[in-house]
């Protein structure tokens, strides 16, 4: 043991967050069904979870880079394609993607089965970004490609146009 980690007081009340499988912030976007397992605020927002079912033919996002956080996606079931890039990665279950600030990456089902991932981003600060384009649909706005680009600028993160 270090001596930082001897003489460091011990917590006397920590925060444990548990999250139960019908738990959860449930965020609806289109065919994409995410539960928000963890937004931040039990990790001091260094880190957010999320469970993420996407339906079969499901495309996902404009191709797009975080300038300011990591993301990993863990396939629990199905199968996700990956662009990273110019690459295609067919990520099975059992397979971790991580995709680290500056990255070129977008995803989706292309199968006829749904697929299931755990999403990781640190710091936290991508899951305002999901809760803000449902909003944009609970407003009975349209879900348009500008509507993306803004809510993603919030969260210094930018589509890749370099790569359209």
Do not use: C, W
């Not at 996606?73 to 099975?92: K, P, Q």
């Not at 990255?103 to 981003?121: E, I, Y």
């Not at 349209?142 to 809510?151: C, F, H, M, R």
Request: net charge negative.
């Amino acid at each position: 043991m270090t001596e930082e980690a001897k003489t460091s007081e011990p917590q006397t009340d920590p925060a444990v967050s548990v999250v139960g499988p019908g738990g959860g912030e449930t965020i609806v976007l289109g065919t994409t069904h995410m539960r928000v397992l963890e937004d931040g605020s039990h990790t001091g927002h260094r880190l957010a979870i999320a469970e993420s079912v996407l339906a079969p033919r499901t495309q996902g996002p404009p191709q797009h880079r975080h300038g300011q956080h990591d993301e990993g996606f863990y396939i629990l079931s199905g199968t996700v394609r990956f662009t990273v890039g110019d690459e295609d990665y067919d990520a099975t279950t059992g397979t971790l993607v991580m995709v680290p600030p500056g990255t070129p990456h977008t995803f989706a089902n292309l199968t006829d089965q749904p697929a299931v991932m755990l999403s990781t981003f640190t710091p936290d600060l991508y899951v305002q970004y999901f809760r803000d384009l449902q909003e944009v649909l609970a407003d009975g706005r349209p879900l348009t490609p500008q509507a993306n680009i803004d809510a993603m600028s919030r969260y210094a993160t930018e589509p890749a146009t370099d790569l359209a």
